[in-house]
């Protein structure tokens, strides 16, 4: 399982979309979308 697939695993069980998840963390949820497509590794 890649880091992006541990992430969006996680997200999901947790409830959460990837613009809540941006929210809470303080990044775009373009930046979630690409670390859970593995095209982002910062």
């Known amino acids: ?3 992006g697939e541990k992430i ?3 997200r ?3 409830g959460l979309s990837q ?3 941006a929210i809470t963390l303080g ?3 373009q930046a ?3 670390w859970e497509l593995g095209l ?3």
């Open 40 to 42: 982002s590794h910062t």
């Open 1 to 3: 399982m890649t880091l």
């Open 32 to 34: 979630v979308s690409k």
């Open 19 to 21: 613009e809540d998840l």
């Open 27 to 29: 990044v775009s949820r």
């Open 12 to 14: 999901k069980a947790g």
């Open 8 to 10: 969006s695993s996680l």
